[in-house]
């Protein structure tokens, strides 16, 4: 088993085991390319997986920032030794794993590609705990691409360590509230460098397979600009926790079939792949809030982020 496909099945195991604790930290700051001398910003959204008192599983999607010729962020899943999990305290944690990245880079003249792959990640990190359940949170990586820039960050934040519900999803609780249609409007984002916008829009299908498994079917439409002009039909499995009685947080992947970019009319349809994460609020048994991010992943370097916002009717 190579180290994707042991990150992966841990973090697998991280989203099905049937554990109480569950982090969420949102963290900003400074990022450094060695090889260029240059600095940007960093960020960095965190779900840490605590198992037993001295491990835990994360799962991250970082942005590094705005350097001139690279504008790289990914999702990455790491393995934690930290030092005893207190309710009220400083805690020490240093992790290992593997980062996917998508790199809007420069290329002559005047151009830019989407390049995609695979990256090492090293981190070390300090939590203060506080009574309330709210953690402050500094944590500083070092990303090594194998033919690209080596950066380093260095992340402050506020983190919540939710209690979760134990061994199930919150509406499951209900066998007649397994399927979900939701509406959702947003904005699509080319990544480029000069970052063109357009209106999105997405209707979605969910349906749950497993307590901690979804399946959904989207259709959806990414607006249109200079660069592309793209709808299509998405199908998706998501590995979804339940963080309160109320909340929920998934990631998601699968295959985006899409049509678009009139000016290329020798390849008209294309399959990408799209990847997601969604946040969702049960307000109670019949209307849920959902917030999503994708990102739509080619090969012919029009990639996009679509930021959607939607309200869904479970039955």
Do not use: C
Request: glycine content about 10%; proline content about 3%; cysteine-free.
């Amino acid at each position: 088993m190579n180290t994707k496909t042991a990150i992966l099945t841990l973090l697998l195991f991280a989203f099905a085991a049937d554990l109480h604790a569950e982090d969420i930290a949102l963290m900003g700051g400074a990022l450094r390319v060695h090889e260029k001398n240059e600095t940007s910003f960093a960020a960095a959204l965190s779900y840490t997986h605590p198992v037993g008192e001295y491990s835990a599983l994360s799962l991250t999607y970082l942005n590094e920032g705005h350097p001139q010729d690279h504008h790289r962020d990914g999702i990455d899943g790491q393995v934690w030794l930290r030092t005893k999990q207190l309710q009220n305290g400083l805690s020490f944690g240093a992790g290992v794993g593997a980062y996917y990245y998508f790199d809007t880079a420069r290329s002559a003249p005047g151009g830019y590609s989407n390049d995609h792959g695979w990256a090492p990640i090293y981190s070390v990190s300090a939590s203060w705990y506080f009574p309330s359940g709210w953690y402050a949170h500094l944590q500083a990586n070092r990303v090594l691409p194998r033919s690209k820039d080596d950066t380093s960050q260095l992340l402050l934040g506020l983190g919540y360590r939710f209690k979760g519900v134990p061994g199930n999803k919150l509406h499951l609780s209900n066998p007649s509230h397994d399927d979900t249609v939701t509406l959702s409007a947003g904005q699509t984002i080319v990544n480029s460098f000069d970052s063109e916008r357009a209106r999105a829009y997405g209707v979605e299908y969910r349906r749950v397979l497993r307590p901690y498994v979804d399946w959904s079917v989207s259709w959806l439409k990414e607006g249109g600009n200079a660069r592309t002009d793209r709808a299509g039909l998405a199908t998706q499995l998501w590995l979804i926790r339940s963080l309160s009685q109320h909340v929920e947080l998934g990631v998601g992947a699968g295959p985006y079939i899409a049509y678009d970019l009139p000016h290329l009319a020798q390849r008209q349809r294309h399959v990408s792949g799209l990847v997601s994460i969604v946040s969702r609020y049960h307000f109670n048994r019949s209307w849920v809030g959902q917030l999503s991010w994708n990102r739509v992943v080619t090969d012919y370097h029009r990639d996009a982020d679509v930021l959607l916002l939607g309200l869904g009717r479970t039955f």
